[in-house]
């Protein structure tokens, strides 16, 4: 509409004097816009303005809220593992988040969030094995490919198998690694523990939160302490082999929670005590052995209910008085080591008739007692 005392013709200036005028003074210096109308000007001026600079224009777009990379991937850390430190620059832990975060892989690939959580377990425990003298390393690839460490994975949901065997590992298991809750199997095998050069430390009670767990081997290494106890939160467990450490303290009965046990092998570490009486429980083992420690008082005569074993080792230990004649019931025994303890009496005729012919089972003070 032309307002009647304005010459039409006025209005038509010259495209060139158009941006000598703010905009914003454009609008508010011109009658002939009326902004109760809801008009707005043509959409085919919108686009001149570059995106980030009508960001960085507009007070109302803040650059400063989007967080980094970098602090993206610390917060999902912490979120997953609170207890985790950053703190230590020559960490593993640290280590392993400065390489995540400079992966052009990890960066680029738009991975799920347990996708990175994993990246960062797995180099951490490349870092706390000290790993980086190898041939293979960590690499801008699917970690599922990665050639240092065998693994397993289930596309859908991540790692479902971590295999690290070696004769040169060196370091401590660290706990960061109880967050691939996807496993069903961690082996870490020091083959040759000389000096300096093997698994030291602790089992991380954290490995309580892998409950899909079914096979725990943590052995031929130097790790001390105590078995944790939360380990009996690991009830599908079928096999737990902690062998040829220097773990002390006593065998919990709250072992027994562990039902679905097949194979409990707790040979050649300093533990102590008496053989808890509900191991009993542990009705599918098959092998038991408790052979090279320092366990004392009897064999529980209740171990007769094990009725699936196939071996036997109480070998090596303190253990004293008779032979349960309940033994005899272990009729699938294909193997049974009671030899260098201070038993006393005779063995067993039943037990010795379940026995392959020939086996010696007491070694006693120099004297050999066969069958």
Not at 32 to 42: F, K, L
Not at 109 to 132: C, M, N
Not at 221 to 244: F, K, M, N, R, Y
């Amino acid at each position: 509409r032309v307002h009647p005392m304005i010459n039409p013709m006025e209005n038509l200036k010259a495209p060139s004097k158009l941006p000598t005028k703010n905009p914003s003074q454009t609008q508010s210096e011109s009658p002939s816009h009326d902004q109760s109308n809801g008009e707005s000007e043509s959409p085919s001026k919108l686009p001149t303005k570059n995106p980030s600079q009508t960001q960085s224009e507009s007070p109302s777009h803040d650059q400063s809220n989007t967080p980094t990379f970098r602090e993206y991937v610390v917060a999902l850390l912490l979120e997953n593992m609170p207890n985790t430190s950053f703190g230590d620059s020559f960490s593993p832990q640290n280590q392993a988040l400065e390489w995540l975060v400079a992966d052009s892989f990890s960066v680029s690939s738009g991975l799920a969030e347990y996708r990175l959580v994993q990246r960062f377990v797995l180099a951490t425990v490349f870092y706390s094995f000290r790993l980086t003298s190898g041939f293979f390393g960590l690499e801008p690839t699917d970690e599922c490919r990665w050639m240092w460490v065998d693994l397993q994975c289930n596309f859908a949901s991540g790692v479902v198998s971590l295999s690290l065997s070696s004769t040169q590992l060196s370091g401590t298991i660290p706990p960061e690694l109880g967050s691939l809750t996807q496993l069903t199997r961690l082996y870490i095998l020091n083959f040759l523990s000389f000096g300096s050069e093997s698994v030291r430390g602790t089992i991380p009670p954290e490995l309580s939160a892998m409950t899909q767990l079914k096979e725990l081997s943590l052995g031929s290494s130097q790790l001390s302490g105590t078995i944790p106890l939360e380990l009996i939160a690991l009830t599908d467990l079928t096999t737990l082999s902690l062998h040829g450490n220097d773990l002390s303290g006593t065998i919990s009965n709250e072992m027994s929670a562990l039902t679905k046990l097949r194979d409990l092998v707790l040979r050649s570490n300093q533990l102590s005590g008496t053989i808890p009486r509900h191991l009993s429980a542990l009705t599918r083992l098959r092998d038991l052995n408790l052979g090279f420690n320092q366990l004392s008082g009897t064999i529980p005569s209740h171990l007769s209910a094990l009725t699936q074993l196939r071996n036997l080792d109480l070998g090596s230990n303190q253990l004293r008085g008779t032979i349960p004649p309940e033994l005899a019931g272990l009729t699938r025994l294909t193997a049974l080591r009671l030899d260098y303890n201070q038993f006393s009496g005779t063995v067993p005729p039943g037990v010795c008739a379940i026995l392959p012919p020939g086996i010696s089972i007491i070694f006693q003070s120099g004297d050999l007692l066969f069958c």
